[in-house]
């Protein structure tokens, strides 16, 4: 290739640059009456010039390909090549580098003219090319390889670096990736120097999001819809009067009418996939609340329940009031399942739970117990929202399972809501739905990206974006607020608390937080009392504010960063239709921050990652104890609703109890548990139901049906994986070998001879209830423990060493640098060393969460429990946290109480006992019934030979309920015996079988005593004598 231009320093002459040789000729031109031609033709080899014949550089310039520099001086010289019939082009060069002697093309402003034999191959591909697809292969541009700097110039991407780097020093790769943004060098360097990129819009802005074709499209009125009459008043008073796109595209598709692609006798299934705040769930109640009015129309009338599903209780919180406040003054019963609401301090919330509502919001596991249970009826509509958390790891398998279940067990219209699906028409496939795409945006979005040098930076920035955005007002009338998106809850609270000291008011808002607070948050935001939120990562699925701009203020989520799925959903919370006109993303970097060691990449390089990013394809795929789990789930769930599935087995000759057989091999057509639509299923039907089988969790002995038993029934119910259930089951037949021989009935004492073995029933009682709770821990531990956040930064500190956030992980990190710590920092953290010395990290969870549960069955709510151990151990929780952690110890206990009952009852009444303690502790009539209080009296035979010291004894109480209740009434008396192999609970028993007239005396010693309390820090142990067992949040 030869370049052609013209030197500014030579009058006349041409230089010709061989860029393969780096030979360079010079010549000049010579007009003529008749035509223009060469003469004083020089080459330079290397530093070598010799003369050159002109017409040996007219060879050269037939051989090659020749391009000329788009610059007035060099472009005449276009005219003595077209008059010698020479084919050349013309180029742009980068003027920076011309001043080192390179050459460098930046653009191409007129392509070489192809060849005769070059446009003959070409037709020939099209030909071709049309033949097997009938499209004609376009010829693609190259994009202008261009960039600005100091406003005129355009230079090559190497040279707008290395001025880049004269201004700002940053690395190397990442002002390359801005410059292929932006293509402005100037832009790049004032992104990193301005004083307020906030106040810059136009320089921080990234791109703009808006709608596109399918927003041109005629909308629906709510008046010409096929909808009943109270659906279109109830949106008349919500001013909805025509539906956006996306639900016009829905009911084109078939969600209210029946179109001819569905061969069910109900409405289209749906798969929609739109951006967050487009409308989605419109989409369902308008299917919803349609089929619920025809079932009441038909002969005889029939209901046809509609149901709500989401990820996470809070979002099933939020959808709940909405329903409830939008449908129950429609006559409609309006129902919240989630799983959970079984401790006490949740009956300070009206919320109706009953499964025969008309609408129900609920969680997958919510819905999915009802199934389970056999309790679930009439269903006429599903929605799942967000059904793209298919993609996770724990749940996704669970999700699946419902879905098939819901799809095989109810002739009812299902339609799945996401925004972020990669792979839309494989899934709308799998489902035998009707597909429905909308890429556009009711809220156009504007994305802004903002480079901070710090955390202080990043912090400043977001008094400003929260500044601003509340101090406007959309045409709709709303101010706007600001939703913060940050990496843990800690993080979160600290923000939130800053920002109140910089004048604004902020709250924070994480899974954290306990119900209550959680709506109180939500109610001010809702009425813009608050100018921003400031929540976490992990819960962007489940947070539904109207927020005009989003903020994220990290890209980390815990340990590892954002996903694409999960960038996309907080984008996506940015801007809501008929309160916003404009919705905005801040995604603030620090270059080069990383969040640990492990992490590869740095945050700079993550948000080009993510701002580029498509969604991710849904892909389920099953683990082993996962399968079994869906099939038994399966199996169970159908019997209840008298579906029997039938045991047919395959016949091919291959071994099918190898795991490793590919999907085609395994999945057999015959047995019709594989008509169950499950899409994350890899393993042979053979193989997991005599798995079952071996496990008795299922009978394959009647061949015209599968049948579970009793045990398999209690393992689905619990939400248990069959290994987890053997495990449990191996440590009740345990348990019940080792106190076989020593429970006893109450039956069992008819006379005085027995009343030393009643002391020994009341330890043998204590015993069991540990082991009980021994076993719920193992089961179920509570693991979300934390170092509070300054003791974690004076450690760090001292020992320069990145402590985790997660006592368990930090544990031992601490235990080895103990000697380094200075004396109060140690004196805070010596109790951990005492506490937990020998203990691995699974021990720390199961004692700490020993000690949640006692706390709890003393009487101490979640808060009080989260203070209890930031004062006994300097341990950080979370009040949302331990209720959470209650409410699965119960739903643990239930499994327990399930299985024992079944293989050895006489341990299920410890299981229930344990249970209704968690429950409610507050409340005297459950307390009495759990008290272990022996109401049997033993009647004296006046012939037995114990009769020296009960002459006037006709009747004798053995003990009072305080003593059979001692090892729940504080911390002195939460002791096991010392047979009780644990090296980490003393034992203190009192009065043993004696009269207990002094009971409170020496409880109060024991409380008393520093080595005996563990709320000895303070020695205000709210629960001593009682005082203050019944106080609640």
Same mark, same amino acid.
């Given at each position: 290739?030869?370049?052609?231009?013209?030197?500014?320093?030579?009058?006349?002459?041409?230089?010709i640059?061989?860029?393969?040789?780096?030979t360079?000729?010079?010549?000049?031109?010579?007009?003529?009456?008749?035509?223009?031609t060469?003469?004083?033709?020089k080459?330079?080899?290397?530093s070598?010039?010799?003369?050159?014949?002109?017409?040996?550089?007219?060879?050269?310039?037939?051989?090659?390909?020749?391009?000329?520099?788009?610059?007035?001086?060099?472009?005449?010289?276009g005219?003595?090549?077209? *008059?010698?019939?020479?084919?050349?082009?013309?180029?742009?060069?980068?003027?920076?580098?011309l001043?080192?002697?390179?050459?460098?093309?930046?653009?191409?402003?007129?392509?070489?003219?192809?060849?005769?034999?070059?446009?003959?191959?070409?037709e020939?591909?099209?030909?071709?090319?049309?033949?097997?697809?009938?499209?004609?292969?376009?010829?693609?541009?190259?994009?202008?390889?261009t960039?600005?700097?100091?406003?005129?110039?355009?230079?090559?991407l190497?040279?707008a670096?290395?001025?880049?780097?004269?201004?700002?020093?940053?690395n190397?790769?990442?002002?390359?990736?801005?410059l292929?943004?932006?293509?402005?060098?100037?832009?790049?360097?004032?992104?990193?120097?301005?004083?307020?990129?906030?106040?810059n819009?136009?320089? $921080?802005?990234?791109?703009?999001?808006t709608?596109?074709?399918?927003?041109?499209?005629?909308?629906?009125?709510?008046?010409?819809?096929?909808?009943?009459?109270?659906?279109?008043?109830?949106?008349?008073?919500?001013?909805?009067?025509?539906?956006?796109p996306?639900?016009?595209?829905?009911?084109?598709?078939?969600?209210?009418?029946?179109?001819i692609?569905?061969?069910?006798?109900?409405?289209?299934?749906?798969?929609?996939?739109?951006?967050?705040?487009?409308?989605?769930?419109?989409?369902?109640?308008?299917? @919803?609340?349609?089929? +619920?009015?025809?079932?009441?129309?038909?002969?005889?009338?029939?209901?046809?329940?509609?149901?709500?599903l989401?990820?996470?209780v809070?979002?099933?919180?939020?959808?709940?009031?909405?329903?409830?406040?939008?449908?129950?003054?429609?006559?409609?019963?309006?129902a919240?399942?989630?799983?959970?609401?079984?401790?006490?301090?949740?009956?300070?919330f009206?919320?109706?739970?009953?499964?025969?509502?008309?609408?129900?919001? @609920?969680?997958?596991?919510?819905?999915?117990?009802?199934?389970?249970?056999?309790? +679930?009826?009439?269903?006429?509509?599903?929605?799942?929202?967000?059904?793209?958390t298919?993609?996770?790891?724990?749940?996704?398998?669970?999700?699946?399972?419902?879905?098939?279940?819901l799809?095989?067990?109810?002739?009812?219209?299902?339609?799945?809501?996401?925004?972020?699906i990669?792979?839309p028409?494989?899934?709308?496939?799998?489902?035998?739905?009707?597909?429905?795409?909308?890429?556009?945006?009711?809220?156009?979005?504007?994305?802004?990206?903002?480079?901070?040098?710090?955390?202080?930076?990043?912090?400043?920035?977001?008094?400003?974006?929260?500044?601003?955005?509340?101090?406007s007002?959309?045409?709709?009338?709303?101010?706007?607020q600001?939703?913060?998106?940050?990496?843990?809850?800690?993080?979160?609270?600290?923000? =939130?608390?800053?920002?109140?000291?910089?004048g604004?008011?902020?709250?924070?808002y994480?899974?954290?937080?306990?119900?209550?607070?959680?709506? =109180?948050?939500?109610?001010?935001?809702? $009425?813009?009392?608050?100018?921003?939120?400031?929540?976490?990562?992990?819960? =962007?699925?489940?947070?539904?504010?109207?927020?005009?701009?989003?903020?994220?203020?990290?890209?980390?989520?815990?340990?590892?960063?954002?996903?694409?799925?999960?960038?996309?959903?907080?984008?996506?919370?940015?801007?809501?239709? @008929?309160?916003?006109?404009l919705?905005?993303?801040?995604?603030?970097?620090?270059?080069?921050?990383?969040?640990?060691?492990?992490?590869?990449?740095?945050?700079?390089?993550?948000?080009?990652?993510?701002?580029g990013?498509?969604?991710?394809?849904?892909?389920?795929?099953?683990?082993?104890?996962? *399968?079994?789990?869906?099939?038994?789930?399966?199996i169970?769930?159908?019997?209840?609703?008298?579906?029997?599935?039938?045991?047919?087995?395959?016949?091919?000759?291959?071994?099918?109890?190898?795991?490793?057989?590919?999907?085609?091999?395994?999945?057999?057509?015959?047995?019709?548990?594989?008509?169950?639509?499950?899409?994350?299923?890899?393993?042979?039907?053979?193989?997991?139901?005599?798995?079952?089988e071996?496990?008795?969790?299922?009978?394959?002995?009647?061949?015209?049906?599968?049948?579970?038993?009793?045990?398999?029934?209690?393992?689905?119910?619990?939400?248990?994986?069959?290994q987890?259930?053997? *495990?449990?089951?191996?440590?009740?037949?345990?348990?019940?070998?080792?106190?076989?021989?020593?429970?006893?009935?109450?039956?069992?004492?008819?006379?005085?001879?027995?009343?030393?073995d +009643?002391?020994n029933?009341?330890?043998?009682?204590?015993?069991?209830?540990?082991?009980?709770?021994?076993?719920?821990?193992? =089961?179920?531990?509570?693991?979300?423990?934390?170092?509070?956040?300054?003791?974690?930064?004076?450690?760090?500190?001292? $020992?320069?060493?990145?402590?985790?956030?997660?006592?368990?992980?930090?544990?031992?990190?601490?235990?080895?640098?103990?000697?380094?710590?200075?004396?109060?920092?140690?004196?805070?953290?010596?109790?951990w060393?005492?506490?937990?010395?020998?203990?691995?990290?699974?021990?720390?969870?199961?004692?700490?969460?020993?000690?949640?549960?006692?706390?709890?069955?003393?009487?101490?709510?979640?808060?009080?429990?989260?203070?209890?151990?930031?004062?006994?151990?300097?341990?950080?929780?979370?009040? @949302?946290?331990?209720?959470?952690?209650?409410?699965?110890?119960?739903?643990?206990?239930?499994a327990?109480?399930?299985?024992?009952?079944?293989?050895?009852?006489?341990?299920?009444?410890?299981?229930?006992?344990?249970?209704?303690?968690?429950?409610?502790?507050?409340?005297?009539?459950?307390?009495?019934n759990?008290?272990y209080?022996?109401?049997?009296?033993?009647?004296?035979?006046?012939?037995?030979?114990? $009769?020296?010291?009960?002459?006037?004894?006709?009747?004798?109480?053995?003990y009072?309920?305080?003593?059979?209740?001692?090892?729940?009434?504080?911390?002195g008396?939460?002791?096991?015996?010392?047979?009780?192999?644990?090296?980490?609970?003393k034992?203190?028993?009192?009065?043993?079988?004696?009269?207990?007239?002094?009971?409170?005396?020496?409880?109060?010693?024991?409380?008393?005593?520093?080595?005996?309390?563990?709320?000895?820090?303070?020695?205000?142990?709210?629960?001593?004598?009682?005082?203050?067992?019944?106080?609640?949040?």
């Amino acid at each position: 290739m030869l370049i052609i231009r013209k030197p500014k320093k030579k009058k006349d002459e041409i230089q010709i640059t061989d860029l393969k040789t780096k030979t360079i000729y010079y010549a000049t031109l010579r007009p003529t009456k008749t035509k223009i031609t060469l003469y004083k033709c020089k080459e330079q080899v290397e530093s070598n010039i010799t003369p050159l014949q002109p017409s040996k550089l007219m060879t050269v310039l037939r051989e090659k390909k020749i391009y000329i520099s788009n610059d007035p001086e060099s472009l005449k010289f276009g005219q003595f090549l077209e *008059e010698n019939n020479l084919n050349y082009g013309i180029v742009v060069l980068c003027p920076f580098c011309l001043l080192n002697g390179k050459y460098n093309i930046i653009d191409v402003i007129k392509e070489l003219k192809p060849s005769k034999k070059a446009i003959k191959l070409e037709e020939t591909k099209n030909k071709e090319n049309k033949e097997s697809t009938g499209k004609t292969e376009k010829t693609k541009k190259e994009k202008k390889n261009t960039y600005k700097i100091y406003k005129t110039n355009e230079v090559c991407l190497e040279c707008a670096i290395n001025e880049i780097k004269h201004e700002i020093n940053i690395n190397e790769e990442f002002i390359e990736k801005l410059l292929r943004r932006f293509k402005d060098a100037d832009k790049v360097i004032s992104l990193f120097t301005t004083s307020n990129p906030v106040k810059n819009p136009d320089l $921080t802005r990234y791109d703009i999001l808006t709608g596109n074709e399918e927003d041109k499209i005629d909308n629906f009125k709510i008046k010409d819809l096929e909808i009943p009459e109270l659906m279109k008043k109830e949106l008349k008073n919500r001013n909805i009067y025509e539906l956006l796109p996306v639900q016009t595209l829905a009911v084109k598709a078939g969600l209210i009418s029946k179109t001819i692609t569905s061969s069910k006798g109900h409405n289209n299934d749906l798969l929609i996939t739109s951006a967050t705040s487009s409308g989605k769930t419109l989409i369902g109640e308008l299917a @919803g609340i349609k089929n +619920l009015e025809n079932g009441k129309n038909e002969t005889p009338p029939q209901q046809k329940k509609f149901l709500f599903l989401v990820p996470l209780v809070a979002l099933a919180n939020q959808k709940y009031v909405e329903f409830e406040e939008k449908y129950s003054k429609l006559g409609y019963k309006v129902a919240l399942r989630v799983g959970t609401g079984r401790l006490a301090e949740n009956k300070n919330f009206k919320i109706n739970s009953d499964p025969n509502s008309d609408i129900i919001v @609920g969680t997958y596991e919510g819905i999915d117990y009802l199934i389970r249970s056999g309790k +679930l009826k009439d269903v006429g509509t599903v929605i799942i929202d967000e059904v793209h958390t298919l993609n996770m790891e724990e749940r996704g398998a669970r999700l699946d399972g419902l879905i098939s279940r819901l799809r095989t067990l109810f002739d009812a219209q299902i339609i799945y809501l996401s925004a972020t699906i990669g792979n839309p028409e494989e899934l709308s496939k799998q489902f035998n739905s009707n597909l429905v795409i909308y890429s556009g945006r009711p809220v156009p979005l504007e994305r802004h990206l903002i480079f901070a040098r710090n955390d202080y930076a990043k912090l400043n920035n977001i008094v400003d974006i929260v500044n601003i955005e509340f101090n406007s007002k959309s045409k709709y009338g709303y101010r706007g607020q600001s939703l913060i998106f940050t990496f843990s809850r800690k993080r979160a609270e600290y923000i =939130a608390n800053y920002l109140n000291t910089r004048g604004i008011k902020a709250d924070y808002y994480h899974g954290g937080m306990e119900y209550g607070k959680r709506r =109180a948050v939500e109610n001010r935001f809702m $009425t813009q009392k608050t100018k921003c939120i400031v929540t976490t990562a992990a819960l =962007a699925a489940g947070v539904d504010f109207p927020a005009s701009a989003v903020v994220l203020e990290s890209l980390a989520m815990g340990g590892d960063w954002l996903n694409a799925s999960e960038f996309q959903q907080m984008c996506g919370r940015a801007g809501r239709k @008929g309160m916003h006109d404009l919705g905005k993303v801040y995604t603030l970097v620090e270059v080069g921050k990383k969040y640990h060691a492990k992490m590869e990449l740095s945050e700079d390089e993550i948000a080009f990652r993510l701002l580029g990013s498509e969604p991710q394809d849904v892909d389920v795929v099953y683990e082993e104890e996962q *399968e079994f789990e869906q099939i038994l789930a399966t199996i169970s769930s159908f019997e209840k609703y008298g579906k029997n599935i039938s045991n047919e087995f395959d016949e091919r000759k291959i071994n099918l109890d190898d795991p490793k057989l590919k999907l085609k091999d395994k999945i057999n057509p015959k047995y019709e548990i594989d008509k169950v639509p499950m899409l994350g299923r890899n393993l042979n039907a053979n193989y997991v139901l005599e798995q079952l089988e071996k496990f008795e969790m299922i009978s394959l002995s009647d061949k015209k049906a599968l049948k579970t038993t009793r045990y398999g029934n209690a393992v689905s119910l619990s939400f248990l994986y069959p290994q987890q259930a053997e *495990e449990i089951k191996k440590l009740l037949k345990k348990c019940h070998n080792k106190n076989k021989n020593r429970i006893m009935e109450d039956k069992d004492i008819s006379d005085a001879e027995r009343i030393e073995d +009643l002391e020994n029933k009341r330890i043998t009682r204590m015993e069991i209830y540990e082991e009980i709770l021994d076993i719920s821990v193992k =089961a179920n531990p509570f693991e979300s423990i934390y170092i509070p956040g300054n003791l974690k930064n004076r450690i760090s500190k001292i $020992t320069n060493v990145n402590v985790p956030s997660k006592f368990t992980d930090a544990f031992e990190i601490v235990k080895e640098n103990i000697n380094k710590l200075k004396d109060s920092t140690k004196d805070d953290v010596i109790n951990w060393l005492v506490e937990f010395d020998g203990c691995i990290e699974e021990d720390i969870a199961y004692e700490v969460s020993k000690r949640v549960i006692r706390y709890r069955m003393m009487g101490e709510v979640p808060s009080k429990i989260t203070n209890t151990l930031y004062e006994v151990l300097k341990l950080q929780t979370y009040g @949302g946290d331990v209720y959470s952690y209650l409410e699965s110890t119960v739903n643990t206990l239930d499994a327990i109480e399930r299985i024992s009952k079944l293989h050895y009852p006489a341990l299920s009444k410890y299981a229930v006992e344990l249970k209704l303690k968690i429950e409610n502790p507050f409340n005297k009539k459950i307390k009495d019934n759990t008290k272990y209080k022996s109401k049997i009296k033993i009647k004296i035979d006046p012939k037995s030979k114990n $009769t020296k010291n009960n002459k006037n004894n006709k009747t004798k109480k053995i003990y009072k309920k305080e003593d059979e209740d001692s090892k729940f009434k504080n911390d002195g008396d939460i002791k096991t015996p010392e047979k009780v192999n644990n090296p980490h609970i003393k034992v203190k028993i009192k009065n043993r079988g004696g009269k207990n007239k002094n009971n409170n005396n020496n409880n109060n010693k024991t409380n008393n005593n520093p080595n005996n309390n563990p709320n000895n820090k303070t020695n205000n142990n709210p629960n001593n004598n009682g005082k203050n067992n019944n106080k609640r949040e």
